[in-house]
């Protein structure tokens, strides 16, 4: 009975630290993150990637959020996928908003999306596979949709003939 009384103050010790290193496990910074307010400021899209390494435990996790900029709504996860190019930027995720009521998401690579949404919070939500680029002078076409094939905007100058 004596060695109970000597070990349980040492067993609580090793729980409460136990517990204190989980709990600051969970609130990991994440490794990159990026943020996109809507042209009207209502609306607000936030993308984070987490990473945790470990010996058969390691993952990566990329999400997104959508929030209103303004009250204490809960955000609304729209995008999340866990697996993605181990290369430097490719769990990135490029955020561009069309219309305050229209948001583009796009990624690199092919992947499986562990989520998707199509509309949250009256915002319809596109998404949008970029390809895969080894080259780091291209990560950054990401962020921004490329051009449109010119002859996409060409306009007529005169009627058509025959008819």
Known sequence: MELVHELAPKVILVLIAAATGCMSGCKASPSWSAEAKSPDGKMIATANTFEQSGFGTGWVQTTVYLNWTRGKQPKMLILAFS????????????????????????????RPLDFQAVKAGGVDISVRVLPSEASSTNANRMLSPPAAPSFAYQKSTGPRSGH
Do not use: Q, R
């Open 83 to 110: 697996d993605g190019p181990s290369v430097p930027g490719g769990m990135n995720v490029g955020m561009n908003w069309l219309s305050p009521t229209h948001l583009e998401l796009s990624y690199k690579g092919e």
